[in-house]
């Protein structure tokens, strides 16, 4: 299957590396109006088996930093070398709290499906991953969330059976006065993705075991509550320190 403009992903390779809903396609939306130059730095945080590394890596001229905490490094290491991108993706195993790059390090920072187990926290954004991008720089998220919030925190007796209190599912209102908080970044895009239908039934035709679980909550849910919510963001220039030109130019993808 094709993605962006050169990426070619067999579709038994794409489904046996799934972890959750098609990363590659919502990535893809996700990015479509920013244009990554060549050189650029981007930080791909929680990459999971480093399909959308992968992507970013064959896409893009830039150097891929793929970085997971589930996922041994080595294994994605193998993974990126099948592609012939060892040179330009570089698999690393970090905590997203905990996070080994230098301030002002990244023109980037994208996270599919990750964000919700550690961004909810109001105080993330600023504290951890803003320091690492530089001004103008583009932070790209897309997670899972709810068409509506709950009224009260009342979970629907249907979703009762698989919800769990540290799910973090949100509105794309939730999410964006949330990121709003910050003083640091301009939100640009905040937006139900297009794609969410068809990333959750190509995760559902994975052999992955957790995607055979998932198949009867989304019976259950029957299209009335989930939603899958893209978060761009451009951070701020700071007065405190300087930096080189950032090297994100927005463009149709």
């Not at 290491?77 to 330009?88: A, K, S």
């Not at 991953?129 to 509506?148: D, E, F, N, W």
């Not at 990121?179 to 301009?186: A, D, F, K, M």
Request: charged letters at 25%.
């Amino acid at each position: 299957m094709r993605y962006g403009r050169r990426t070619h992903l067999d579709d038994d390779f794409l489904l046996q590396n799934m972890m959750g809903p098609n990363s590659v396609l919502l990535l893809e939306e996700l990015i479509q109006d920013i244009r990554l130059q060549p050189g650029a730095r981007v930080l791909d945080l929680g990459c999971g088996k480093g399909l959308t590394s992968v992507f970013l890596g064959t896409e893009f001229q830039a150097q891929i930093f793929a970085t997971d905490l589930w996922v041994d490094a080595s294994e994605n290491f193998q993974r990126f070398r099948e592609f012939g991108l060892e040179d330009c993706v570089i698999p690393i195993h970090a905590e997203a709290h905990n996070l080994p790059y230098a301030r002002g390090y990244f023109d980037a920072v994208v996270s599919v499906d990750a964000w919700h187990y550690f961004g909810a926290d109001p105080k993330f954004l600023d504290e951890h991953i803003v320091p690492l991008v530089r001004p103008g720089g583009t932070i790209a998220v897309s997670v899972p969330g709810l068409k509506r919030d709950l009224v009260n925190d009342e979970v629907p007796e249907e979703l009762k059976p698989w919800w769990q209190e540290n799910m973090n599912f949100y509105s794309k209102e939730w999410w964006r006065e949330l990121w709003e908080q910050s003083p640091n970044i301009t939100v640009t895009k905040c937006f139900s993705q297009p794609g969410h239908e068809k990333a959750w039934s190509d995760w559902l035709r994975s052999p992955n075991p957790y995607a055979q679980l998932d198949a009867a909550m989304m019976k259950a849910e029957g299209g009335k509550y989930f939603d899958t919510i893209g978060i761009v963001a451009v951070v701020k220039w700071r007065t405190s320190w300087s930096a080189p030109p950032v090297r994100v130019a927005t463009a149709t993808f």
